[in-house]
C-alpha cells in the first residue's frame, strides 16, 4: 500500500533526513519525494510503501515531531502593514509580539511609501480567526497597523505556503472537504514533479490546474452548452449537446425510444439532463439506453440517468475495479494518474452502477487487432457496429457504426477542433498540457482513425467525435 505524506519541514538542517529516518525506523520504503523551495519553502511530499501498521507509525512518528502538515488548520496567509518607529530597533518589539503569539512569518519587505513614511509589510501564517483580534490590539500599541488583502500576484509571498493557499483558494471555490482537499494537494504536486522532470516551469503548471478548476466552476455557474440538431440518413433525430467542458453528449431519437452516446462531466449530469427534457418530449417516460466509447471520466457524467449502459468488458473491468478502489485504466499510468484523480475531484465524479452495465463483447486482455469487430447491439430502432481499438487513446476505446442513418460515434478518436465552441477550445488546451499527451500511443491513434475511415462504405457520413461538432466525410 502507498501513501503520500504531505510535510511541513522546520528551517533548520537535517530535516529531510528525519523524515526518512522515521520512515525507515517503521521498516517502510519511500518511493517518491518532491520539495522545491522555489515552489515551496516549508511543504515536502513524501510518498511510502509500507503495510497498515507501518504507515500508522509513520504517522505518529511525524505528528511527535511537529511536521505534520499544517494545511488543513491554517486558512492561508494574514498581510499586515505596520510603521514601526524610526529609529534603531524600532522593529524589534514587533517581531518580539508575533514570536509571543506563536505566529509564523512568511514574507516581510520593507520601504518608503510615497507619504514620506517607513512602511513594513508582514505575512503571518494564522489559524482563522485565532487570537488575530489581540494581535491587532497589542500591535496598535507598538506601531500604526492596517489589515491588507491577500496579494494573490506576490510570488514573494507565494514560496512559503504555496501549496496552503493553493489548496484552499481551490478548495473553497469548488466545495472540497477537507480529505478531497488533501488529495487535490497531493496530487497538484505529483503532476507538478512530473511536468518539471520535463523542463517546465512549476508556476505553468499550477496556473493550468486552476485554469482547469475555472472553466469547470464557470461551467456549472454558466452551462453555456451548445445545442444543435442533425439528421441522420433514414430519417432519424439527433440532438447533440456540447457542453463548455467534458465530453458531448448525443442522442438518438426514431421515436422507439432513445439512444445516446456518451455522458459528460458529472458536474454538469443535472444541468444536461434538463436540458435534453426540454429538447425531447417524453424524455423522462421514454426507454433511455447509453452507449460508452471509453471510460474516461469526462464521459460518463449521465450514464446513470439511462435505463441500460452498454460498454465492452474493459470499460466494465475499469468500473469494478474502481468500486473497490483499485486503479482504472488511466491511473495505471504514471503520467497521467494525477491528473485523472484531480479531474474526479474537481467534477464530483462516481463509478457509474455496476447493475445497469450490459457487456457487449470484448475481453480483459490487451488488444491486439487494430480495431476488432465485438458484433451488433441493436436498441431503440437503431443497430450498431461496435468495434474496439487497439488503445491509441485509452484502453477500452469503442467505435460504433449505424450504417441505415450513416453515422459513425469514434470517441476521442476523432474530434473536429475547427469546430470547438469558445469554452471548449480553452478547456481542451488544458488536457494536453497537464497529460503532455491525451492519446496512450500517438502513432496507434493516427493508425485507428485510418481504420476507421476505411470502414465506411462510399457515400456521405457524419462523424461524432467526442468533442466539438462532427465531421462530414464522404468516401469516393
Not at 297 to 320: R, T
Not at 337 to 347: D, E, H, T
Request: proline content about 3%.
Amino acid at each position: 500500500m502507498k501513501k503520500t505524506f504531505t510535510t511541513t519541514l522546520p528551517e533548520r538542517a537535517g530535516a529531510l533526513e528525519t523524515v526518512a529516518e522515521v520512515v525507515s525506523s517503521a521498516g517502510a520504503n519511500i518511493t517518491r519525494i518532491s520539495y522545491n523551495r522555489a515552489v515551496d519553502a516549508h511543504t515536502a511530499f513524501v510518498e511510502v510503501e509500507g503495510d497498515d501498521e507501518q504507515l500508522s507509525m509513520i504517522a505518529q512518528g511525524l505528528d511527535r515531531l511537529g511536521y505534520t502538515s499544517a494545511g488543513d488548520a491554517v486558512e492561508g496567509v494574514v498581510l499586515f502593514e505596520f510603521s514601526p518607529d524610526d529609529r534603531v530597533g524600532g522593529i524589534l518589539p514587533l517581531l518580539r509580539l508575533i514570536r509571543q503569539c506563536g505566529y509564523s512569518i512568511s514574507y516581510v519587505s520593507g520601504g518608503w511609501l510615497p507619504d514620506n513614511r517607513e512602511t513594513i509589510r508582514i505575512g503571518i501564517l494564522a489559524k482563522s480567526g485565532e487570537g488575530l483580534s489581540s494581535f491587532i490590539n497589542s500591535a496598535s500599541r507598538i506601531c500604526r497597523v492596517k489589515l491588507l488583502d491577500y496579494d494573490k500576484s506576490s510570488k514573494s509571498l507565494d514560496n512559503t505556503v504555496f501549496y496552503i493557499s493553493f489548496a484552499n483558494e481551490i478548495a473553497s471555490k469548488m466545495g472540497l472537504d477537507e480529505r478531497a482537499k488533501r488529495r487535490f494537494t497531493v496530487n497538484a504536486n505529483l503532476i507538478m514533479q512530473i511536468l518539471e522532470a520535463k523542463g517546465i516551469a512549476p508556476q505553468a503548471t499550477f496556473e493550468q490546474v486552476g485554469n482547469f478548476a475555472d472553466c469547470i466552476k464557470e461551467g456549472i455557474a454558466n452551462f453555456n452548452a451548445r445545442v444543435t440538431e442533425y439528421k441522420g440518413e433514414a430519417g432519424a433525430r439527433i440532438v447533440l449537446v456540447e457542453p463548455p467542458c467534458g465530453s458531448n453528449v448525443c442522442v438518438l431519437d426514431r421515436g422507439h425510444g432513445l439512444v445516446a452516446v456518451d455522458g459528460g462531466f458529472e458536474c454538469f449530469a443535472d444541468q444536461t439532463i434538463n436540458l435534453l427534457r426540454r429538447e425531447i418530449p417524453g424524455f423522462d417516460a421514454t426507454e433511455k439506453y447509453a452507449l460508452l466509447t471509453h471510460a474516461d471520466v469526462d464521459h460518463c457524467g449521465v450514464l446513470n440517468s439511462f435505463d441500460e449502459i452498454i460498454l465492452n468488458k474493459k470499460c466494465y473491468d475499469q468500473f469494478e475495479a474502481e468500486s473497490h478502489g483499485r486503479y482504472g485504466f488511466r491511473e495505471r499510468i504514471p503520467s497521467h494518474k494525477p491528473y485523472v484523480r484531480i479531474s474526479a475531484l474537481l467534477c464530483g465524479y462516481h463509478t457509474p452502477n455496476l447493475q445497469k452495465m450490459r457487456v457487449l463483447g470484448g475481453k480483459s486482455q490487451k488488444q491486439t487487432e487494430l480495431m476488432e469487430y465485438l458484433g451488433n447491439v441493436s436498441r431503440a430502432g437503431f443497430c450498431f457496429e461496435v468495434y474496439e481499438g487497439i488503445g491509441g487513446h485509452i484502453d477500452g476505446e469503442c467505435v460504433f457504426i449505424e450504417r441505415n442513418e450513416r453515422l459513425v460515434f469514434a470517441g476521442d478518436l476523432m474530434y473536429n477542433m475547427n469546430g470547438f465552441t469558445k469554452e471548449q477550445a480553452r478547456f481542451n488546451r488544458i488536457a494536453p498540457f497537464l497529460l503532455s499527451s491525451v492519446d496512450t500511443s500517438v502513432s496507434n491513434a493516427a493508425m485507428e482513425r485510418r481504420a476507421i475511415l476505411g470502414l465506411l462504405t462510399p457515400g456521405k457520413w457524419t462523424v461524432f467525435g467526442g468533442h466539438g461538432a462532427p465531421i462530414e466525410h464522404t468516401v469516393r
